[in-house]
């Protein structure tokens, strides 16, 4: 069987979701890098794959497809028998994995990623941190925390779906990576201790010892 091909970098948080994705599926794949500072992503071979020109894209056979989330879901359907079982097993399990997918899309990611640009990626272009984006962002995101914080202490559960890692877990760890990490908020850690034994159980396994591992490279 042919490789699934994945047109993005390691560094990408959306790149490293996917990647996350076919590492816990089990399923091969060749990784193409987009020359993103060459403007390849806004090329006509690249815009073939994504009209948008984002990182990634992905060609599975003769499916070509992209957004990030769209590409997880679709890998852990269309393997549904390989690795680990990232969607549950019932209607039931499938809707809360699939809520805990939007709640990490629509209320963990938007504060999260203001937050990376802002004390990460801007510096890195030459710009200079907005202080006051950071602390509304992160009043923001605390309070999105203290949600999860209180669905662990209350349901005892040690993933967000139930007793089982999902995609609803692994859609988290690109930006949280880069949150916690190299843009120094670990502290939201602190205060938590449901959420950090969450983030700490997730944050060890082997499929994202090694995408991450690769982020630095």
Not at 16 to 34: F, G, M, Q, S, T
Request: with cysteine; hydrophobic share 40%; aromatic share 10%.
């Amino acid at each position: 069987m042919a490789k699934v091909k994945v047109y993005g970098l390691p560094f990408s948080t959306c790149t490293a979701r996917v990647l996350a994705c076919l590492h816990e599926k089990e399923v091969d794949y060749e990784l193409i890098p987009v020359n993103l500072m060459a403007g390849a992503h806004k090329q006509p071979p690249f815009l073939a794959l994504n009209p948008f020109g984002q990182i990634p894209a992905i060609e599975d056979g003769d499916l070509t497809l992209f957004e990030s989330r769209a590409i997880t879901k679709y890998l852990s359907n269309n393997y549904e028998g390989r690795g680990t079982k990232l969607l549950g097993g019932t209607v039931r399990e499938q809707a809360i994995v699939e809520e805990w997918c939007e709640v990490e899309a629509q209320q963990f990611n938007p504060p999260s990623y203001a937050i990376v640009q802002q004390i990460l990626i801007i510096p890195m272009r030459g710009g200079t941190t907005d202080a006051s984006v950071v602390e509304s962002n992160l009043t923001k995101l605390s309070g999105v925390l203290d949600v999860y914080e209180e669905r662990f202490s209350k349901t005892k559960l040690n993933y967000l779906a139930g007793d089982f890692f999902s995609l609803a877990d692994l859609h988290h760890l690109p930006f949280a990576h880069y949150l916690f990490n190299a843009a120094g908020q670990g502290h939201l850690l602190d205060s938590r201790p449901h959420l950090k034994a969450w983030w700490e159980q997730i944050s060890s396994r082997p499929a994202w010892n090694i995408v991450k591992l690769n982020m630095k490279k």
